[in-house]
């Protein structure tokens, strides 16, 4: 069969049935196969997780701190030594879609991975990536008085730029870059993208359209699925991982979600009726916050009106009246808002 290898170092692709969610992600992290592997302690195959199984589970309320069995695929697709051939695994990679099949013995002891070439995957690296870099950074006065928050640097290197190498990396490389305060600086610094080795095209905002509202001007330039990011964050999301959690789950739109834990600093009174039942000092709530980062189908675009100004909420609203389906997308890599100088600060703690 073309384009597959065979992989016997299991070590680098699996996991006892006692470890946890976050021994998971280092494992995708460190391997390519993108899969982990369950075995038990004799070294049979129990299941496998992938970078979806994580991210469904974490929305679900699964922590990083939690055994892998909570989001465990159970039932995986997996061959038998000796019982296929190559055109068997080729029928069942076109079926399935997939690009990993392990492979077991007799007695379902784990031999191996067939890992296929990235030919069997869609290719996502020509999705248009939107960056919004308009906005006027208020909050982040004084450092933005001069200078456009995009530009703000951290790490010798301004945000914009971060993002935009972040995805080059990733292979992507057309950016449409939405601009209203002090864009000049931002074309300035950033060109038509060629020093970059991607390519850069500028959407004006003569008056400001709010936090989405300027994808409106690309809707004759956009045909396909495409994302959104703004242009104050810092992260290091796999941009690919996204669009395939997007297109599995075959939805109009998709937002990061970022959860994060929120101290309260009152004890809280818990109440039946009039009566005390109890309390609860200072307790800590996970909340799901919004990551600045999406993904969309052209419809979506639609439901803006030329010109208009018009934020996220909103827009999300819209979709879900026209009941056009949204997931949350959950991330674990590194991320981080920089909407105040105290969070710039801490960028440089990093």
Known sequence: MK????????????????????????????SSSKIVLIIDKELKFLGTISDGDIRRGL????????????IMHRSPVFVIENKYNENDLENIVKNYGLLQIPLVSKKNILLG???????NEINFVETPIFIMAGGRGIRLMPYTENTPKPLLEVNGKPI????????????FNNFFISVNYLSDKIKDYL????????????????????TIGSIKKVQSKISSTFIVTNGDLLSDIEYKSLLKFHKSENVMASMAVRSIKIK?????VKLDGLKISGFEEKPIEKININAGIYVFEPAVINLISANEKIDTPE????????NGDIIAYPIYERWQDIGTPEDLMKTYDN
Do not use: M, W
Request: glycine share 8%; charged share 25%.
């Open 264 to 268: 309260n600093k009152f004890g809280v």
């Open 160 to 171: 914009i730029e971060h993002i935009i190498l972040n995805a080059k990396n990733q292979n």
């Open 59 to 70: 929305i679900n309320g699964c922590h990083i701190i939690d055994q892998i069995k909570l």
């Open 315 to 322: 827009l999300f609203d819209r979709i879900r009246k026209k």
């Open 191 to 210: 060109g038509n993208g060629d020093r970059f080795g991607v390519k850069i095209s500028y959407i004006e905002e003569d008056t400001p359209l709010g």
């Open 3 to 30: 384009n597959f290898k065979f992989n016997n170092n299991i070590k680098i692709f699996t996991l006892r049935e006692d470890s946890i969610i976050e021994d998971a992600i280092v494992c995708l992290n460190k």
């Open 113 to 119: 991975l067939y890992e296929f070439g990235i030919s």
